[in-house]
């Protein structure tokens, strides 16, 4: 009995010992040396990886909107183009004839916006359409108010940066202080408040000139 647990003790330990183990690789055909199990795990070299981790991903999507843009009412402010077009449109508005706006809104190619919805083929046309009086002396009057106003610059770090009128484009409608109210209801009526209130947005008239002195849009609706 001694001597079969004194066998199988010693028989343990050959097993578990190198040279145990040695035979026991020496028994096994390892033909490929690729297979080899690595301990050090090489760093990744970002900067040569062409697929981009999430974490290093940048989309336009992820700006903050906690803070809004800054309200500006200082016309020396702005770019000498914009400053430009800005003159521009309120001169040809107070001339009271429509047709002075024709050589400001832009080209066939690249036309300033007049609706969110619609082609317009006709600027000139559509204009008299928005306006009560049916000779758009009306909507001119708004065109004025709108570039006397305050204006918020937006997107200024890619291409669709541009300057808007008026900056409640940017705010949230239903959180405007007593003050900025005064200045809406230059503009508008409360009942337009009151419907703006239940899309969440300001959707009245607004006019965007782009830093080129571009006329991008004037455009009413959401």
Known sequence: ???????????????????????????????????????????????????????????????STDTPPKVEYDIEKLPAPVKLMRQKIIDAAKSGDVNNLKPLLGTSSDPTQLSVSDNVKDPIAYIKQLSGDGDGLETMAIMIDLLNSGYVHLDEEDDEEIYVWPYFV?????????????????????????????????????????????????????
């Open 1 to 63: 009995m001694k001597k079969f647990v004194f066998c199988a003790f010693l028989g343990g330990i050959l097993f578990y010992s190198p040279v145990a183990n040695s035979l026991e690789l020496a028994s096994t055909d390892l033909t490929d040396e690729s297979v080899k199990v690595k301990t050090d795990i090489p760093k990744v070299d970002d900067s040569a990886n062409p697929i981009p981790l999430p974490e290093a991903k940048k989309s336009k999507a992820v700006k």
């Open 170 to 222: 940017a705010l949230p409608i239903d959180k405007l202080s007593k003050p900025q109210l005064v200045e809406l209801f230059q503009i508008m009526t409360a009942g337009d408040l009151e419907e703006m209130k239940e899309i969440g947005t300001y959707s009245f008239f607004r006019i965007g000139i782009t830093p080129d002195g571009t006329w991008r849009f004037f455009v009413t609706g959401d």
